[in-house]
Nanobody
Framework: QVQLVESGGGLVQAGGSLRLSCAAS????????MGWFRQAPGKEREFVAA????????YYADSVKDRFTISRDNTKKTVYLQMNSLKPEDTAVYYC????????????????WGQGTQVTVSS
């Protein structure tokens, strides 16, 4: 079992940056591949980024490539999402999730989810 808690969301201006954190509890964090998803009102939950258990492999949705960076620190049991050049269309609730699968991109492939943190980008 793993518990996930996101933080770092808020209101930012377009073009700005924001760093999300996802803190995990338990002793098995390093065994999981981690991902970030986002969901806007009336829209499907969509994949944002994923990182392997070792941090050696990452994968990004086309919409965030070259703007977002996912990373993890297994000693701190934390995964991060650095978001740069934010756009209004990035506005959504952001969720972190844990999966046994490497670089999974579907919500159904993840086993544990955080509560979500709101990110709002103003124009």
């Amino acid at each position: 079992q793993v518990q996930l808690v996101e933080s770092g969301g808020g209101l930012v201006q377009a073009g700005g940056s924001l760093r999300l954190s996802c803190a995990a509890s338990g002793r098995t964090f390093s065994s999981y591949n981690m991902g970030w998803f986002r969901q806007a009102p009336g829209k499907e939950r969509e994949f944002v980024a994923a990182i392997s258990w070792s941090g050696g492999s990452t994968y990004y949705a086309d919409s965030v490539k070259d703007r977002f960076t996912i990373s993890r620190d297994n000693t701190k049991k934390t995964v991060y999402l650095q978001m740069n050049s934010l756009k209004p269309e990035d506005t959504a609730v952001y969720y972190c999730a844990a999966s046994f699968r490497s670089l999974a991109t579907k919500p159904g492939e993840y086993d544990y989810w955080g509560q979500g943190t709101q990110v709002t980008v103003s124009s």
